[in-house]
C-alpha cells in the first residue's frame, strides 16, 4: 500500500504529540528526550504512518541538529510545494528516500544548499526502519563561519547559497569514517544543559567542516578520481558487508576480491575511493566504534567486548580503543558508568 499526503499535512500529523506529554514511552524513545530543555523537542511518530519519533534540537538562531528513528507502516510519498529552502545535509544509516534528483540509501548523505526546492514528491521506502541525522542551516549562518567580514563565501563555495529564485545545489556523498566518527559523538552526546548544546553545536560545525572541505575539491578540480562503474561500486558495498558480517574471522583481502568477484587492485583501489581508507582500515575503525557502543550500553565488561568485535587480543584492543579515544577501554567503561 502507498500513501501520499502534502508536506503540510505530513508535519501537523507529526507535531501533533510529544514525547513530554506521553508517559511510559519505550525507552529508545524515552532516553532520547531532554524535558528540561524547551529547545530539544522529541515528537511520537504518527501511528497513522508509523512508530518512531523525530527528535528536533535547536542549537542557535538558525541551526539545528534532527535525529529521525521510525518505520512507516506503508510506502510513504510527501507531495512538496516549491518552496524557499535553508542548507541542509542528512546522513542515512538505515532505510532509503529518493525525490527528483537524488537517491538516499544507507551510508549515503545529501547536501542541499540553500535556495528555491523545486516541487516534488519524495518517496520514502517502508522496506527498513528509517533512521537517519540532519542539519538545517540558514544561510546568515553560514556566512557567519565562513564568510569574510561582508558575509561573502569562498568562490568554491558561493553557489551553496542562492536565491529564493534560484532552484537549489544538491548532490549525494558517501559517509566517510571520520564523518561517521562525529556522527556517533552526537547520537552518544552524554551531556546536558548548556553542555549539551556545546557539545551538540561542536560536532555539527566539524561535520559542516568536512563537507565544505569536499565541496571544495569538488568546484576546484582537486583530488579528481575516475568515478566507478556502478557494477564495481555495488561489489565493494558487497565487500563491506562481508565484512561487517564476519567481524570475528573475517576472511583474507584475496578469499574476499573472489567473493565479491574483482581484482585484489581493484578492491583496494575501489575501497579507498569509496570509503577513503584501506579495506582492512575500516575494519579496524568498525570494530573500535561498535566496541565504543558496546560499551556505552555498560551491559559488557571489556573482554566481552573485545572478543564481541574480533579482537583476539585484550591487549592489543585497548592499546588501539586508547589510541583512538583516548582512554583505555576500562577507563571509558567507568566513565560511562558514572555520567549515567
Known sequence: MTIT?????YWELVQEVKAIDRPNLPDKISQTSDPS???????????SLGEGFIREIQLREGLWLAIERFQLRDRLLIDCPEREHPLEYNFMFSGGATDNSLELHPGQYNFYGSGMAPKETPDWSDAQPIFCVGVL?????LRSFVGNPVGELPIPLEHLIRRSDQEYYNRAGIIT????????????CPYGGIS??????GNVLRLTALLLEQETQLQTGSNIIQPLKLGTLERIYYAREIL???LDNPPSLTELAQR???NEYTLKQGFRQVFNTTVFG?????????ARQLLNTGEMKVTEVAEAVGFASRSYFAIAFRKKFGLNPKEYLMQQKRSR
Open 260 to 262: 565479491v568477484k574483482l
Open 282 to 290: 575500516y575494519l579496524h575503525e568498525y570494530r573500535l566504534e561498535q
Open 244 to 246: 561487517l558480517k564476519h
Open 5 to 9: 499526503i502534502s508536506q503540510g499535512t
Open 177 to 188: 569514517p571520520a564523518m561517521q566518527r562525529i556522527l556517533q559523538q552526537i547520537l552518544h
Open 137 to 141: 542551516m540558514k544561510p546568515e549562518v
Open 196 to 201: 549539551k548544546h556545546l557539545d551538540l553545536e
Open 37 to 47: 530543555d524547551d529547545l530539544d523537542t522529541t515528537w511520537i511518530f504518527p501511528k
